[in-house]
């Protein structure tokens, strides 16, 4: 999904991700911080993109136990290609309870 005002892309998870050398790109997941579960990137040794930005977007509402939104802006520094991994785990557990992968080709 490509947004043409600059925002970069939002990567997708079913298929490879091709994008610019210089793009940004953009992970957005569901996730709740009051359940002690939190997302947790792993970084490949490819070098091919940094971490710009990372955060947690709280809902609208408020409320507590509320989702929100974990958010991760890469953006493409060398060509080649790489995979993100995420897993969605408890500092202490030593199993994720969701992972998810990106594959990234930068060109």
Known sequence: MTNNEG????LITNGINRVKLGEK?????????????????TLD???VYR??????LPS????VGTPGKAVWI??????????IVLNYARVFDKEALKSIVYSIIVE
């Open 7 to 10: 925002y970069g892309t939002l």
């Open 25 to 41: 790109t953009w992970i957005i997941l569901n996730a709740n911080s009051s359940t002690g579960y939190v997302w947790r990137l």
């Open 45 to 47: 040794n490819s070098k």
């Open 51 to 56: 971490i710009d930005k990372n955060f947690y």
């Open 60 to 63: 609208r509402t408020g409320s």
């Open 74 to 83: 890469l953006k493409a520094i060398k060509k080649g290609e790489a995979s």
